[in-house]
């Protein structure tokens, strides 16, 4: 039977940056994982190359039922700290919008200096290893694993959450907390797609594969950016960003080009040209489908055919408001199938946020994913698999 230091369970990137740091602190480490290679969200992200942190990332930036448990980690292990170390491989990278941060080149160096680094620091990783049994014996834990038996004094899990099934995504993290009488708070998919009822999804198919910008607000919240109508419903950025705040039968109000007075602009094109329809002049502004589904009425009880110099004021308010106040509550949500992240997880009261262990359990830690700590979408989440990781790592 084999004894560490620390045993690692998930080999993502809080994992794999825990390991590091432990095992720099002279520790002996070994971090396993079911999955045949490590990083693999890593891999997938930013369309392959790792939106790996965003230099905006704050404590507000985060959703939690104590918004305050991540200001610790995150000023202790800062984006600033973590681009340093991607300067420091020589990995170019460039930012793209709001602060998010992506690698020129593949997401497979940012995977390849965690690798490197934790085989320089003396990480033992072990892949294709499932865990088939954790029990606390004495001051230790005992676990049974698919290559047999091992120990450690510090057990630190990092599997993730439950998005992304396909990529081997489980439950176990709060199977561990749940068996420990660690508090597990509800979770549900975040960072996911909206979807919309059979009869909203046949008028608005021919809108599939369009995007806008937009501005989508609920529950108080609002983000800005890409929407993108989809067969199903709809996504983009902005969409992603308002899942994390919409609850099942909440409204969400969607604004169409916000930035753009949609009602003065129909009164100028009525005065300049009133022999025009609304469908021309919304298309100068909106993707024409779009501008087609709206003057057909959009689903307000009000169409916008004929000319618009035959329409009054409140018409063309009416017309405004289908462009920028439309309201709607989605059926659902596409689920962890494609949903980033997962909202909810191990309860941050049952944590020490400034070294990420259990209060319960001596040796016992959660990072990343699992932990009632979501980032927006943008890197966020990336930062605080950094931040939280590299806490566990100095005191594992």
Same mark, same amino acid.
């Given at each position: 039977?084999?004894?560490?230091?620390?045993?690692?369970?998930?080999?993502?990137?809080?994992?794999?940056?825990?390991?590091?740091?432990?095992?720099?602190?002279?520790?002996?480490?070994?971090?396993?994982?079911?999955?045949?290679?490590?990083?693999?969200?890593?891999?997938?992200?930013?369309?392959?190359?790792?939106?790996?942190?965003?230099?905006?990332?704050?404590?507000?930036?985060?959703?939690?039922?104590?918004?305050?448990?991540?200001?610790?980690?995150?000023?202790?292990?800062?984006?600033?700290?973590?681009?340093?170390?991607?300067?420091?491989?020589?990995?170019?990278?460039?930012?793209?919008?709001?602060?998010?941060?992506?690698?020129?080149?593949?997401?497979?160096?940012?995977?390849?200096?965690?690798?490197?680094?934790?085989?320089?620091?003396?990480?033992?990783?072990?892949? #294709?290893? !499932?865990?088939? /049994?954790?029990?606390?014996?004495?001051?230790?834990?005992?676990?049974? @694993?698919? %290559?047999? &038996? $091992?120990?450690?004094?510090?057990?630190?899990?990092?599997?993730?959450?439950?998005?992304?099934?396909?990529? #081997?995504? !489980?439950?176990? /993290?709060?199977?561990?907390?749940?068996?420990?009488?660690?508090?597990? @708070?509800? %979770?549900? &998919? $975040?960072?996911?797609?909206?979807?919309?009822?059979?009869?909203?999804?046949?008028?608005?198919?021919?809108?599939?594969?369009?995007?806008?910008?937009?501005?989508?607000?609920?529950?108080?919240?609002?983000?800005?950016?890409?929407?993108?109508?989809?067969?199903?419903?709809?996504?983009?950025?902005?969409?992603?960003?308002?899942?994390?705040?919409?609850?099942?039968?909440?409204?969400?109000?969607?604004?169409?080009?916000?930035?753009?007075?949609?009602?003065?602009?129909?009164?100028?094109?009525?005065?300049?040209?009133?022999?025009?329809?609304?469908?021309?002049?919304?298309?100068?502004?909106?993707?024409?489908?779009?501008?087609?589904?709206?003057?057909?009425?959009?689903?307000?009880?009000?169409?916008?055919?004929?000319?618009?110099?035959?329409?009054?004021?409140?018409?063309?308010?009416?017309?405004?408001?289908?462009?920028?106040d439309w309201r709607i509550k989605p059926t659902g949500s596409e689920g962890y199938r494609t949903a980033e992240v997962t909202l909810g997880g191990v309860d941050?009261?049952?944590?020490?946020?400034?070294?990420?262990?259990?209060?319960?359990?001596?040796?016992?830690?959660?990072?990343?994913?699992?932990?009632?700590?979501?980032?927006?979408?943008?890197?966020?989440?990336?930062?605080?698999?950094?931040?939280?990781?590299?806490?566990?790592?100095?005191?594992?």
């Open positions: 039977m084999q004894h560490y230091d620390v045993i690692i369970l998930g080999a993502g990137a809080a994992g794999m940056m825990c390991a590091i740091e432990a095992s720099r602190r002279g520790r002996k480490v070994l971090i396993i994982d079911h999955a045949k290679v490590p990083g693999e969200k890593i891999r997938i992200s930013g369309g392959g190359r790792c939106n790996f942190t965003n230099i905006h990332a704050q404590p507000g930036n985060f959703i939690s039922a104590n918004r305050h448990f991540c200001i610790s980690a995150l000023r202790r292990y800062t984006q600033y700290d973590f681009v340093e170390r991607i300067q420091a491989r020589g990995i170019a990278y460039h930012e793209k919008t709001l602060g998010q941060l992506f690698c020129d080149g593949s997401a497979r160096q940012v995977i390849d200096m965690l690798t490197d680094d934790m085989r320089d620091a003396g990480v033992e990783l072990s892949l #294709g290893t !499932t865990v088939e /049994g954790v029990e606390r014996q004495g001051e230790a834990f005992l676990l049974q @694993l698919s %290559t047999g &038996p $091992a120990t450690c004094t510090s057990l630190v899990v990092a599997t993730g959450g439950k998005s992304i099934p396909k990529m #081997g995504a !489980t439950g176990l /993290g709060y199977r561990i907390a749940e068996q420990f009488d660690i508090a597990v @708070l509800p %979770t549900r &998919p $975040a960072l996911v797609p909206l979807t919309f009822d059979e009869n909203l999804l046949q008028r608005l198919a021919p809108l599939a594969g369009i995007s806008a910008e937009a501005s989508i607000s609920c529950n108080g919240t609002a983000f800005e950016e890409a929407m993108l109508f989809t067969h199903r419903g709809v996504s983009g950025p902005s969409i992603l960003q308002i899942s994390s705040f919409w609850r099942e039968g909440d409204e969400i109000a969607i604004a169409l080009l916000p930035q753009t007075d949609i009602y003065a602009l129909l009164r100028q094109a009525r005065h300049e040209n009133g022999r025009q329809s609304v469908q021309t002049v919304l298309a100068q502004v909106l993707p024409k489908r779009l501008a087609q589904i709206i003057a057909q009425g959009h689903g307000q009880g009000q169409g916008a055919e004929g000319n618009i110099a035959d329409m009054g004021d409140a018409r063309l308010q009416t017309i405004a408001n289908a462009v920028q941050t009261d049952e944590l020490h946020s400034k070294t990420m262990a259990t209060k319960q359990i001596p040796g016992l830690y959660f990072i990343g994913e699992v932990v009632d700590v979501t980032g927006w979408l943008g890197g966020y989440n990336f930062q605080w698999a950094w931040s939280s990781g590299w806490v566990a790592g100095q005191n594992a």
